[in-house]
């Protein structure tokens, strides 16, 4: 059984910085590409980044683009998301998804509020 858990959320001000975790089970983690995804309050799911199998092609959307960095490490099945200068439009809940651009499966998530 898939299982992806998420941590690392919480309260920021603008342009502060947190690192979101993701942590996989069940499955082959370094034979995989994993996403992060978001969802703000009354939108729909949004492609944040993505990173292939191996690390060595990354996607991000324009709207972080030069903000977030999303890395791997297969030794602890872990994929993160560090995201600095963060603005309140990033307030969302972050999700993790296993696959190149996938929203499934995914966790439960991990809120992140910005804001002063």
């Known amino acids: 059984e898939v299982q992806l858990v998420e941590s690392g959320g919480g309260v920021v001000q603008p342009g502060g910085s947190l690192r979101l975790s993701c942590a996989a089970s069940?499955?082959?983690?370094?034979?995989?590409?994993m996403t992060w995804v978001r969802q703000a309050p009354d939108k729909g799911l949004e492609w944040i980044s993505a990173?292939?199998?191996?690390?060595?092609?990354?996607y991000y959307a324009e709207s972080v683009k030069g903000r977030f960095t999303i890395s791997r490490d297969s030794a602890k099945n872990t994929v993160y998301l560090q995201m600095n200068s963060l603005r309140s439009e990033d307030t969302a809940v972050y999700y993790c998804a296993k696959g190149w651009l996938s929203t499934k499966p995914r966790g439960q998530g991990t809120q992140v509020t910005v804001s002063s």
């Open positions: 069940g499955f082959t983690f370094e034979n995989f590409a």
């Open positions: 990173i292939t199998s191996n690390g060595g092609r990354t």
